[in-house]
Structure formats: structure tokens, C-alpha cells
């Protein structure tokens, strides 16, 4: 009895589903699938779930009051992410994913009740989490991104020494950059034929929100305006550098622990190997007594 009402249930939850989308006009999840398909950077597809709850998150966002502020700071994260979405439809997205974890809990009270509190811890991790997932993605974007900076300023001060050109230094340097950089790169040298040099370069700098690369576009400004730039490269320049081997000398920190679990592991083989073989000849001489 209990499989049939489970049963009954699921069929009327997917019957209402289909009626509401239907009555709501939202288009198939393989049209949703390729619109934000397209509005993503790189080669990550869109994943069902996501566009499954997509057309209920753009209805719902219209119900999700922002002040300005917030508004503006989000989309910039967002678009920073390479996350085609408004601020309300990304937290409405989040709150459906939650959401219908926590709708779960309705039928685990009648057949699992001691399930009903873990669900509903879940769907609170879930709505963190995918509140967070914006952050997190920049997060990993500009580490990836400020790992290139010494290197790009070290370009920017040979080329400042020929060429003046700011757009050509920045197109030349792109083609070596990595994906991330590049990508970013892209845009900017899109925004810069399209708008005035400094604009883009503002823009740029507060899509990323890195200090380092705040450094780079005060100094290409100030090349704009017709300063030298040379010096002030050369000791930022000295300065990546220093930083660079900050970086790498924490990352050579975190490697011995890691070695030493590893040496333990190798010492204890050795060790099984030697008393394997004293105690293989102890019982061979000791057969050999009797």
C-alpha cells in the first residue's frame, strides 16, 4: 500500500509539473539547455538540473526584492564568473535547489520520519552552497589569473621599452596567456576598440577585484595619459617577483608533511620486509634443529 501511494504520488507531482509549465509557457529543457549553453564561458555545458529549475527561477526571481548595492556587487561577481544570470535568478535558483530537498521531507514524515531532520539539514548546506558558488568560481578564476600577473608585467616592461601601443601589448601577450587570463583578455581588448582605453581598463579591473591587477591598470592608465611607465613597471616587476616567491616558498611548506606520511609508509615496508626475512630464517633453523 505504502509503494502505491509513493507511486501515486510521484505521478501526480510530475502530471502537475507538466500542467503548470504548460499553463506558464516555459520553454523545453533542451532550449533552456542551449541558451545558457551559450552564455557561459569556455567549453562547460549547462547541467540539466540547472536547467530544469530555470524557467521556475526566472519566475520566481520577480518576487526577490534587492537593494542596489547588493544588486550591482552580485552582478559583477557573476558576470566576473562567467555565470550568464541576474542576481535574482541566481538566489532563486539557489532557494528552488534547496527548496525541493526540503519538499521531501512532506513524504518522509509519513513513511521515514528520523530522515525528515537530515533532509532538512541538507537543504540548508545545498542553499549555502549554491549561494556561495559565484564566489567560489571568482575565487578560483583570479588565483589562476594572479599566478600569470608577474609574468604579464614582466611583458609589459620589455614592450614598454619599444612600443607604446598598449592594445598591441596586451593583444601579443594574450596569445601565450592561459585559458582564464586569456578569456579575460578577450573582453577587454573587445571593450577597449569598442570604448575609450581607460574605461575598458577600469571595467577590467573591477570585473577581476584583484589588487595586483589593480597595480597593472593604474600603471597602463598612466601610460595612456603619457607618463614614462618604465620605472614604475620595472619595480612592480621587483615587487610580482617578490610576491611570486612568497607564493611558491608556502606552497613548498605545505609538501613536507605530505612527504613525511609517505617516508613513514616507505619506512614501515622496509621494516615488514626485514622481519619477514629474520623471521623466515629463524623457522628455517629452527626446522633444520628438529
Not at 59 to 76: F, G, Q, V
Request: proline share 3%.
Amino acid at each position: 500500500m505504502t509503494i502505491l501511494i509513493f507511486t501515486f504520488g510521484i505521478l501526480l507531482a510530475i502530471g502537475l509539473f507538466l500542467i503548470s509549465a504548460d499553463l506558464l509557457k516555459l520553454p523545453s529543457i533542451a532550449t533552456q539547455k542551449a541558451m545558457l549553453s551559450a552564455g557561459k564561458q569556455g567549453k562547460e555545458k549547462a547541467k540539466t538540473v540547472d536547467v530544469f529549475l530555470m524557467g521556475w527561477a526566472v519566475n520566481l526571481a520577480k518576487y526577490i526584492p534587492m537593494d542596489e548595492y547588493k544588486k550591482s556587487r552580485m552582478k559583477n561577481t557573476l558576470n566576473a564568473a562567467g555565470m550568464n544570470l541576474t542576481p535574482e535568478e541566481f538566489i532563486a535558483s539557489a532557494i528552488l535547489k534547496s527548496g525541493i530537498i526540503a519538499l521531501l521531507i512532506i513524504p518522509c514524515l509519513m513513511i521515514l520520519p528520523l530522515i525528515a531532520p537530515i533532509l532538512m539539514f541538507l537543504s540548508i548546506i545545498i542553499y549555502f552552497k549554491e549561494i556561495r558558488k559565484a564566489d567560489e568560481i571568482l575565487k578560483i578564476k583570479k588565483e589562476k589569473i594572479e599566478v600569470e600577473l608577474p609574468r604579464f608585467v614582466a611583458t609589459i616592461t620589455q614592450e614598454l621599452k619599444a612600443s607604446r601601443d598598449v592594445l598591441s601589448i596586451i593583444e601579443n601577450y594574450k596569445k601565450n596567456a592561459g585559458e582564464e587570463f586569456a578569456d579575460e583578455l578577450d573582453i577587454l581588448t573587445a571593450d577597449m576598440r569598442s570604448s575609450s582605453y581607460e574605461a575598458a581598463l577600469t571595467r577590467f579591473e573591477a570585473r577581476i577585484n584583484s589588487p595586483m591587477l589593480s597595480d597593472i591598470t593604474r600603471g597602463l592608465i598612466g601610460v595612456l595619459r603619457g607618463d614614462d611607465g618604465s620605472m614604475y613597471f620595472q619595480m612592480l616587476s621587483h615587487d610580482m617577483k617578490q610576491l611570486e616567491l612568497q607564493r611558491l616558498k608556502a606552497q613548498a611548506m605545505k609538501i613536507p608533511p605530505k612527504i613525511r606520511v609517505f617516508s613513514f609508509v616507505m619506512l614501515m615496508c622496509f621494516l615488514m620486509t626485514y622481519m619477514a626475512i629474520i623471521v623466515y630464517e629463524i623457522i628455517r633453523s629452527l626446522s633444520g634443529m628438529f
